[in-house]
């Protein structure tokens, strides 16, 4: 697999895969050679780490060793053959950075044991990356690009072992050698990120840059004069960038700027000063929300309709989701700085929401904001605010304007009504977020609103829709009024929910009688958790309405018309479940029903096969008779029906 040694056989491999077998990537038959050949090395490795490792460890230093006189052939001037060698080893260290890559969870696992290996094995790498910045070698060429790219990536593949690092230093042994190897990545890091340097190295520069920032908690990151230089900067860096890679840029510096919070003993003085220059933060990326709005014919004149706005809203709603977002499991202390460093944006928010509700791009990140929202500080945000912008999206889209979104080209209208949904679903799911008069109101535009736009076909709506509904009862139970003696106190949320139980199991009852396997399968294991948790099949609204002999015979249905075949023993462990509440009313009342109604039999079929069906109320031996019925059941039918005649064909030797 290396060049340098194979560069025969190599070259000998085909160039590309036959057309038909050729993958997604149109990757090469060498490139899937040494692939295959890596995943071969790590599975040794996992048996032999040391081993494998005290191989690759020559052949690393070997190639560096090579790979440092570049800048002298540089100079000098390559020939021919120097310039074919330069290029195997150029190939060759990015398959040795990989596997370093793919092996680090040994240096994780075995820290102790491994460390001064690890950490020689890092400084080198950190090593070459100076070297390849210093003679900017990454834009000499796509392969040295890749190379580079590779580097950074390998390089990041050692986050996890920084964390350990850093964590066995709190004691005050090792501190400033950790802040020297951090000061050396980050120093070679930054001056990666700029526009003008090949793709693969600026994507690869950030990456690394986000999760070091994330995942290694350094309190002293502000301090490291590249990082430093990089935050003050930031907005003039990440301005040409991709969104994508600004989301990740911006979330690097808000998670810095928190770190040094989650210290218990952070000083008063220290923590005022975070907050300060983390509302400034903030402020800088909001403000664009301000400045957009006081352009003079912005709403008058539809200025907030042009491409250049919308993409500028986009932008800005898709830099603070990922900031939130990137808060969800940190202190609540770094949850109150963050939202208030963003609270007065909200009502800003919430106008724009009123603006751009026929622009479903803009409105879907606008919602995926919310959501961040819910999802990462919903203590923050309180009950109020929750009441208030819930009120809001239900107002505005619902009737004909929530018809419209869903019927916008290119499924963007799809977008942004399943990103409602999920900021329902997680409002519903978490507790003190949902008041008195806010889960009727969810739970009616759920039914009222967004079912009756559904339809077999809208997958993308359904799944997360009949979540919510599902949700709903698992985490609001007692407001269903599932039995009619609901207790005086929750006796007025109960009657705004009157009848919604029915209509949400007549729901899951008209999914069960669709082609939508997954679907079916979903609801029937709500159904099944529903009546775990809540013993859903023995409520009055289960049993007394009728509802359980009309999914009974549902379920019983779609097993003789074999469309579900591969849900065939969870359907009859839910028949079982259902008939178990009773099974004097399942084999007295409901079978002899079922039979009779049953088409494709004869009077005397119908009576010899439910003679024989057994009144075993154990669960195996009744699947067991429910699997015999239908495959009696289909026998029957099937014979009944007339045989296709065979065509006569010629005797081929016959003339």
């Given at each position: 697999m290396l060049w340098m040694e194979n560069s025969q056989q190599l070259t000998n491999l085909d160039n590309l895969r036959e057309k038909e077998n050729e993958d997604d990537e149109g990757e090469t038959e060498v490139e899937s050679f040494i692939k295959r050949s890596q995943s071969l090395i790590i599975k040794i490795a996992e048996l032999f780490p040391d081993k494998v490792l005290n191989n690759l460890f020559p052949l690393f230093f070997q190639y560096m060793d090579k790979f440092l006189k570049v800048d002298q052939l540089i100079k000098s001037g390559f020939s021919q053959e120097e310039s074919k060698q330069m290029g195997y080893v150029f190939k060759d260290f990015m398959t040795i950075f990989e596997l370093f890559g793919m092996m680090t969870e040994h240096f994780v696992y075995d820290f102790e044991g491994r460390f001064d290996?690890?950490?020689?094995?890092?400084?080198?790498?950190?090593?070459?990356?100076?070297?390849?910045?210093?003679?900017?070698?990454?834009?000499?060429?796509?392969?040295?690009?890749?190379?580079?790219?590779?580097?950074?990536?390998?390089?990041?593949?050692?986050?996890?072992?920084?964390?350990?690092?850093?964590?066995?230093?709190?004691?005050?042994?090792?501190?400033?050698?950790?802040?020297?190897?951090?000061?050396?990545?980050?120093t070679l890091v930054v001056p990666f990120i700029k526009r003008e340097h090949p793709q693969i190295v600026y994507t690869s520069a950030c990456h690394l840059l986000h999760s070091i920032s994330t995942t290694v908690n350094y309190p002293n990151l502000l301090q490291i004069p590249a990082f430093g230089g990089f935050v003050h900067s930031v907005s003039l860096i990440s301005s040409t960038f991709p969104v994508s890679i600004q989301c990740e840029l911006y979330t690097s510096v808000s998670f810095a700027l928190l770190v040094p919070v989650q210290n218990r003993n952070i000083s008063a003085l220290l923590l005022a000063n975070i907050r300060t220059q983390y509302t400034e933060f903030m402020k800088s990326i909001t403000k664009g929300l301000t400045e957009i709005q006081q352009i003079q014919g912005f709403v008058d004149n539809k200025i907030f309709a042009s491409e250049e706005v919308s993409h500028k809203v986009i932008r800005i709603f898709d830099i603070l989701s990922s900031i939130v977002m990137s808060e969800k499991s940190e202190s609540q202390q770094s949850k109150l700085i963050l939202y208030n460093a963003i609270n007065d944006i909200f009502p800003m928010s919430l106008s724009l929401f009123r603006l751009y509700i026929l622009f479903p791009k803009v409105l879907s990140s606008i919602l995926q904001f919310f959501l961040a929202l819910f999802e990462a500080?919903?203590?923050?945000?309180?009950?109020?605010?929750?009441?208030?912008?819930?009120?809001?999206?239900?107002?505005?889209?619902?009737?004909?304007?929530?018809?419209?979104?869903?019927?916008?080209?290119?499924k963007t209208g799809i977008t942004v009504v399943n990103n409602l949904i999920q900021i329902l679903t997680h409002i519903i799911q978490t507790p003190g977020l949902v008041s008195d008069s806010l889960l009727p109101s969810i739970v009616s535009f759920s039914l009222d609103q967004l079912y009756p736009l559904t339809t077999e076909d809208s997958t993308e709506i359904l799944t997360p829709l009949f979540t919510l509904l599902t949700q709903s009862?698992?985490?609001?139970?007692?407001?269903?009024?599932?039995?009619?003696?609901?207790?005086?106190?929750?006796?007025?949320?109960?009657?705004?929910?009157?009848?919604?139980?029915?209509?949400?199991?007549?729901?899951?009852?008209?999914?069960?009688?669709?082609?939508?396997?997954?679907?079916?399968?979903?609801?029937?294991?709500?159904?099944?958790?529903?009546?775990?948790?809540?013993?859903?099949?023995?409520?009055?609204?289960?049993?007394?309405?009728?509802?359980?002999?009309?999914?009974?015979?549902?379920?019983?249905?779609?097993?003789?018309?074999?469309?579900?075949?591969?849900?065939?023993?969870?359907?009859?462990?839910?028949?079982?479940n259902i008939a178990s509440v009773k099974f004097e009313a399942f084999y007295k009342q409901f079978m002899p029903l079922f039979m009779e109604h049953s088409p494709g039999l004869t009077v005397d079929q119908k009576t010899f096969l439910l003679t024989n069906f057994g009144n075993e109320m154990d669960h195996p031996t009744f699947n067991q008779n429910i699997n015999n019925l239908i495959n009696d059941i289909c026998f029957y039918v099937s014979a009944k029906q007339p045989q296709k005649k065979k065509k006569k064909t010629l005797n081929p030797q016959k003339k």
């Open positions: 290996v690890a950490k020689n094995l890092f400084t080198n790498l950190l090593n070459v990356g100076t070297y390849i910045q210093n003679f900017g070698l990454f834009g000499m060429g796509p392969e040295l690009a890749s190379l580079t790219g590779s580097l950074l990536s390998t390089l990041h593949s050692f986050n996890q072992w920084l964390v350990i690092y850093n964590s066995r230093t709190k004691d005050g042994s090792g501190i400033e050698e950790f802040g020297a190897i951090l000061n050396q990545e980050l500080i919903p203590s923050q945000l309180g009950v109020q605010f929750t009441q208030q912008t819930i009120g809001t999206f239900l107002e505005l889209l619902a009737g004909d304007q929530l018809a419209n979104v869903v019927r916008m080209k290119d009862l698992m985490n609001h139970w007692k407001y269903f009024n599932m039995d009619n003696n609901s207790p005086s106190n929750i006796s007025r949320i109960s009657s705004a929910l009157s009848g919604r139980a029915t209509l949400i199991l007549n729901a899951y009852h008209k999914s069960f009688q669709q082609h939508d396997i997954d679907i079916f399968r979903m609801n029937l294991d709500a159904l099944e958790e529903l009546n775990n948790i809540h013993r859903l099949y023995q409520r009055a609204v289960f049993v007394q309405t009728g509802f359980s002999f009309e999914l009974l015979r549902t379920l019983l249905t779609t097993l003789i018309a074999k469309t579900h075949n591969l849900l065939r023993e969870e359907i009859i462990n839910v028949i079982y």
